[in-house]
C-alpha cells in the first residue's frame, strides 16, 4: 500500500472515514454498534492508519467509537478530526467558528478520543455548507495555529477551502493538507489537486464515493464490468491513479463494504480504463 507525508506523520493512502459509524446523515447512533466497533477493529488490523472523523458526527459519537474500539491507539495510527460546526437538534450543520468555539471543539475532540494531542486539525469552514465560498480565514487559522503552539495539536489542514484560502492559511502556518469535495463526476478543484501536489500537501477527497447518493455512470458501470470489479472499485481506484497526493476516506459501517473498499487500494486500472473514465461528464 503507497503512503504520503502528513507532515512527519507516514499514513497509506488507503485510510477510512468514520462519518457513516453514526446514524443517518452522520446523526443520532449508529443502526448496529457491535458491527460499528468491528469495522474499526478490522479496518486497523488490515492496514489502515489514517482515519478521519470529527465531534460533530454523531454529535461525538464516532470519537467515542473510535475510543472504545482502539484504544490504546496503535504507535502508526494517525486520527485527523474537524472543527469549525456543530450539529442542530433537527440534524442540521451548524457554524461554531469563534475562537472560543474552536479551543472549545479542539479539547471535546481530545476528550472524547482519549488523547492528549490531535494529530490533525482540519478547519472546516462554514462560510457556505453546501461547498467552498470565498471568505477570510485569518482568526480561525491563527487559533489554531495558537494550540498547535500550546501542543494540543500536531499538524493543520483546512476542509470545504477554495484555493485562495488554502493560500491564506498558507501564510500563517503551515498546512498539511486539504479535504474537499471530489470524485469521478466532481471535479472542481483539478487545478487545486495539481498545485498541492506540487507543495506535497495531501488532498483528501471527501464523498469519493459520491455521499449520500452513490456515483452513478454508465462508463464506470462499463469499465468495471470489464475488469470484474464493482463500480465504487473502479471509482476509488481511479482517485488513487488521479495524483499521488490524494488520500482516500472512504467510509461505511459494514464489513463487507470495508473489505470491497480496501481491496480497491490493490486495484491497478489499464491506461484505457482511466482515458475512458476521465472522459465522464463532470458536474459544473
Not at 491507539?73 to 460546526?85: E, N, S
Not at 487545478?191 to 469519493?208: K, R, S, T
Amino acid at each position: 500500500m503507497s503512503t504520503f507525508q502528513l507532515g512527519n506523520l507516514t499514513v497509506n493512502r488507503m485510510g477510512y472515514g468514520a462519518m457513516q459509524l453514526a446514524g443517518a446523515h452522520a446523526f443520532g447512533p449508529p443502526k448496529n454498534r457491535e458491527e460499528a466497533l468491528a469495522v474499526l477493529r478490522e479496518a486497523v488490523e488490515s492496514g489502515v492508519n489514517h482515519i478521519d472523523t470529527s465531534d460533530f458526527y454523531g454529535p461525538y459519537i464516532t470519537n467515542q467509537l473510535i475510543r472504545e474500539a482502539l484504544h490504546p491507539y496503535r504507535d502508526d495510527l494517525t486520527i485527523v478530526t474537524k472543527v469549525g460546526a456543530l450539529r442542530g437538534a433537527d440534524a442540521s450543520w451548524l457554524p461554531a467558528q469563534s475562537p472560543e468555539a474552536l479551543e472549545a471543539a479542539v479539547h471535546d475532540n481530545l476528550r472524547n478520543l482519549g488523547l492528549e494531542v490531535l494529530d490533525v486539525v482540519n478547519m472546516r469552514l462554514m462560510f457556505d455548507v453546501m461547498g467552498p465560498a470565498e471568505g477570510d480565514i485569518e482568526a480561525h487559522i491563527t487559533k489554531l495555529a495558537e494550540l498547535q503552539q500550546r501542543g494540543l495539536i500536531r499538524h493543520i489542514g483546512l476542509s470545504n477551502a477554495t484555493a485562495q484560502q488554502v493560500k491564506q492559511a498558507r501564510s500563517i502556518t503551515d498546512i498539511v493538507c486539504v479535504q474537499n469535495h471530489y470524485n469521478l463526476v466532481h471535479r472542481h478543484d483539478e487545478a487545486l489537486i495539481d498545485e498541492l501536489a506540487q507543495q506535497g500537501i495531501a488532498y483528501v477527497p471527501f464523498f469519493p464515493l459520491g455521499g449520500f447518493t452513490p456515483l452513478q455512470s454508465s462508463i464506470l458501470g462499463e469499465v468495471a464490468a470489464e475488469l470484474q470489479v464493482t463500480p465504487l472499485q473502479t471509482a476509488l481506484a481511479w482517485l488513487l491513479q488521479r495524483a499521488p497526493n490524494i488520500l482516500l476516506i472512504p467510509g461505511t459501517s459494514t464489513l463487507a463494504h470495508l473489505r470491497q473498499n480496501l481491496a480497491a487500494g490493490k486495484l491497478v486500472l489499464p491506461a484505457q480504463a482511466v482515458q475512458r473514465l476521465n472522459s465522464v461528464v463532470t458536474s459544473a
